[in-house]
């Protein structure tokens, strides 16, 4: 079976040449989620070598009614780099991008290491600010056919995000889990949901991940950026194309192509 390294090349290719690729598993069906994870750090690797930085993790498949729908039993996670944050105003770069989607989410900044075994609570106080946010994902496969490891190796489509500008603490916010949101793409509404669906609430997804992680030999440390995971379907993000999230209590934020 072709290997972490050469799964994570063809990746790297794909994302640089804006060229996509078939899923793995469509030649390797048996490609295990072990072997996928060391393909996303060797991914991920390939921009670190390029200079960015790793300023945390997002969450993938939080929602209960989309792992049934794919058939999967648990989360997944991947890493976000310097190079992914939309700076204040710019448009996202398109012509960058393959197939970009953009997704509503509730964003954590981490102001302490959480404790491990991580819990709700200790998540909870682990919490310095809470942020309004858009994902900006983009699988580079060439169509949506792909399985669990692909998406894993894919670092879960990990591409661009933008945090809204208010930053609240976790007693200023309320609980995460009541907090709703209204996703807007070019003015129309075309989904509503509030925190509860991730996991039951943001902060279990973060716990999740911490423990997960912890049982790679990885963590998350002091001062990440997590995305505890999408809380309505994706939308297509083309060009002149306006997506907004309006959150309770974190104000809102947008992106547009």
Same mark, same amino acid.
């Given at each position: 079976?072709?290997?972490?390294?050469? #799964?994570?090349?063809?990746?790297? =290719?794909?994302?640089?040449?804006?060229?996509?690729?078939?899923? &793995?598993? +469509?030649?390797?069906?048996?490609?295990?989620?072990?072997?996928?994870?060391?393909?996303?750090r060797l991914f991920i690797g390939d921009r670190v070598d390029g200079g960015e930085q790793v300023i945390g993790a997002k969450l993938g498949m939080t929602s209960r009614i989309k792992r049934a729908m794919l058939g999967v039993?648990?989360?997944?996670?991947?890493?976000?780099?310097?190079?992914?944050?939309?700076?204040?105003?710019?448009?996202?770069?398109?012509?960058q991008l393959i197939h970009p989607q953009a997704e509503p989410e509730i964003a954590v900044l981490l102001g302490e290491e959480p404790a491990c075994p991580a819990t709700v609570v200790?998540? #909870?106080?682990?919490?310095?600010? =809470?942020?309004?946010?858009?994902?900006?994902?983009?699988?580079? &496969?060439? +169509?949506?056919?792909?399985?669990l490891p692909d998406v894993i190796a894919d670092n879960v489509g990990a591409a661009r995000l933008a945090l809204g500008s208010r930053a609240c603490t976790v007693s200023e916010a309320g609980d995460l889990r009541l907090i709703g949101c209204?996703?807007?793409?070019?003015?129309?509404?075309?989904?509503?949901?509030?925190?509860?669906v991730v996991m039951g609430h943001p902060a279990a997804a973060v716990a999740w991940l911490v423990n997960a992680l912890a049982a790679r030999g990885e963590r998350l440390h002091a001062g990440s950026i997590v995305l505890?995971?999408?809380?309505?379907?994706?939308?297509?993000?083309g060009r002149?194309?306006?997506?907004?999230?309006?959150?309770d209590g974190l104000g809102s934020v947008e992106v547009y192509g």
């Open positions: 079976m072709t290997g972490p390294r050469q #799964l994570a090349d063809a990746l790297i =290719v794909a994302e640089r040449e804006r060229k996509p690729i078939a899923a &793995f598993t +469509d030649a390797y069906p048996f490609l295990d989620v072990g072997r996928a994870y060391e393909a996303q039993g648990q989360p997944v996670s991947g890493w976000l780099t310097a190079g992914m944050v939309m700076p204040y105003g710019q448009p996202v770069p398109l012509d200790s998540v #909870l106080s682990a919490i310095e600010a =809470v942020f309004a946010a858009i994902e900006v994902i983009d699988s580079r &496969f060439e +169509d949506f056919r792909y399985r209204v996703f807007r793409s070019r003015g129309e509404v075309v989904g509503t949901a509030a925190g509860a505890t995971g999408g809380l309505t379907a994706p939308v297509a993000l002149g194309g306006t997506v907004t999230a309006e959150f």
